[in-house]
């Protein structure tokens, strides 16, 4: 099974306190391939650098952007172990990939889809597959894949 990586979906497998954290990483290990677009891996940077700060107390500035820093890169370090191993793969987001995307937002302008989302939506048809790694039900629900499938299969909630 091929799936498509979101955001959301990557930090629950890393953060111990998401409650799904087991469910997601279970389905990652089962995956014949994860595909972690690079929209991706920039908001992972953004969000655990922002989670550093907001959890830093009264650490100095410096002290906190270093040890965002580091929690960042030992994060992309593991993706990195992952596609050595090939059960991750980063795409490079082409222009066809791109006007994909770009048209998936504004045929879903109500929901305000953002690049990440609609990118995941385009890889999918890229990679044939329904399966999005996902916690976002919310948006992944209402909009339909480019395949022919009825709908998104989201995991881990659809197992």
């Known amino acids: 099974m091929i799936l498509i990586a979101d955001t959301g979906a990557m930090l629950g497998a890393l953060d111990r306190a998401h409650p799904d954290q087991h469910r997601i ?7 014949g391939l994860v595909v ?14 922002r989670a ?5 107390g009264g650490r100095r500035p410096g ?3 270093r040890l965002g820093a580091e929690e960042s890169r030992r994060t992309l370090d593991w993706v990195l172990r992952q596609v050595s191993l090939t059960r991750m793969v ?15 937002m504004a045929r879903y302008a109500d929901l305000a889809l953002d ?3 609609a990118t995941c939506v385009a ?27 009825g709908s ?8």
Do not use: N, W
């Open 63 to 65: 002290e906190v952007r």
């Open 52 to 56: 550093v700060k907001a959890r830093s």
């Open 36 to 49: 972690v677009p690079p929209t991706v891996l920039t908001e992972l940077d953004h969000m655990i650098r």
């Open 90 to 104: 980063i795409p490079t987001i082409d222009e066809a990939v791109f006007r994909t995307a770009t048209g998936v």
């Open 25 to 31: 990483q279970r389905t990652i290990a089962e995956a």
């Open 115 to 117: 690049l990440t989302d």
């Open 123 to 149: 890889l999918a048809e890229e990679y044939r597959t329904e399966c999005l790694l996902t916690v976002d039900a919310r948006d992944f629900r209402v909009v339909r894949p480019l395949t022919g499938h």
């Open 152 to 159: 998104f299969r989201l995991l881990p909630a659809d197992l």
